[in-house]
Nanobody
Framework: QVQLVESGGGLVQAGGSLRLSCAASGRTSSSFVMGWFRQAPGKEREFVIAFAWGSNTTRYTESVKGRFTISRDNAKNTVYLQMNSLNTEDTAVYYC???????????????WGQGTQVTVSS
């Protein structure tokens, strides 16, 4: 079993930045794909970005290209989502997820955090 705990959410003005953290514990693996999803009020959960360390490949949704990056601190077993140039459409609950396959599909991720709220004000 793998446990994921997100942190770092909050309120930020449009144009600002936030860094989310996802601390992993349990039966983690360096081969895991780590991803971030988000869910805005009244909308379905959507894919944001994911990284496969085994293949050094990043996949992201077009709306965050050039603004969001994903990274990892192996010593801390923590994955980060750096979000720059935030806009109001980025407002959502952000979820960290882990799986075996680099995918945009929710169903391919086996482990999920509890989510952290990001609110971007205009």
């Amino acid at each position: 079993q793998v446990q994921l705990v997100e942190s770092g959410g909050g309120l930020v003005q449009a144009g600002g930045s936030l860094r989310l953290s996802c601390a992993a514990s349990g039966r983690t693996s360096s081969s895991f794909v780590m991803g971030w999803f988000r869910q805005a009020p009244g909308k379905e959960r959507e894919f944001v970005i994911a990284f496969a360390w085994g293949s050094n490949t990043t996949r992201y949704t077009e709306s965050v290209k050039g603004r969001f990056t994903i990274s990892r601190d192996n010593a801390k077993n923590t994955v980060y989502l750096q979000m720059n140039s935030l806009n109001t459409e980025d407002t959502a609950v952000y979820y960290c997820a882990a799986g075996e396959l680099l995918s945009r599909s929710i169903s391919n991720y086996d482990y999920w955090g509890q989510g952290t709220q990001v609110t971007v004000s205009s």
